[in-house]
């Protein structure tokens, strides 16, 4: 753990001849939103990287021909969202090691047999696709870049607040440099999907 002090600081002010540095290196925007709320001498917040739901990750195309018991157990009892007529969907599905395909599921992102699915009428399974790939990755876009500008403001505050406690060690003789874990400010990649990812259940 990094060490800070335990009284909370102002931000810094700075003259005009500081700003055009900052704003020179790129820096001045970074600069106001690390500062935003927040002092050395404060917790420093972690961000939460935000998921995909099934909801913004899918979209009906259909309804069951007929019950489907969960897992294909029919001795267990078939919960509403599981039996005839109920709504069917394909979704965006990704797995631990971000591949992406699609599957044809339930309400509850549980697989559906495709042979048991009375498509709609209007449904163009492959302009679905494309519409899901692009709200997917419009998502995706905006879920990434919005964790990856907080881990690099709180890189920012996690610097400053040691910089500032050192100020305070042995008079202001301690120069050790800054440790932290590299892991934990590490920037997410965008995963994409694609319309010719494959089915999951496709075949069955």
Not at 41 to 62: A, K, L, N
Request: with cysteine; net charge negative; aromatic share 10%.
């Amino acid at each position: 753990m990094l060490p800070r002090r335990s009284a909370t600081m102002a931000p810094p002010d700075l003259n005009d001849a500081q700003r055009a540095i900052l704003r020179n290196a790129g820096m001045e925007e970074l600069w106001d939103k690390i500062f935003e709320n927040w002092s050395p001498g404060d917790r420093i917040p972690m961000p939460v990287m935000t998921r995909h739901t099934f909801v913004e990750s899918s979209i009906s195309i259909g309804r069951l021909k007929c019950n489907q018991a969960p897992g294909g157990d029919y001795l267990v009892p078939c919960p509403k969202y599981r039996k005839e007529r109920a709504t069917v969907y394909l979704a965006v599905k990704r797995d631990d090691n971000d591949n992406t395909a699609f599957l044809w599921c339930d309400k509850k992102g549980e697989p559906v047999k495709r042979s048991e699915i009375i498509l709609r009428c209007d449904v163009d399974i492959d302009r679905l696709k494309e519409m899901l790939c692009e709200d997917y990755n419009n998502n995706e876009c905006y879920f990434i870049d919005e964790y990856n500008e907080a881990i690099k403001i709180a890189h920012g505050r996690t610097v400053l607040a040691f910089l500032v406690a050192r100020t305070h060690r042995d008079g202001g003789l301690d120069r050790s440099p800054v440790h932290f874990c590299e892991e934990t400010f590490r920037y997410k990649a965008h995963v994409f999907c694609f319309e010719d990812d494959p089915e999951i259940n496709g075949d069955d």
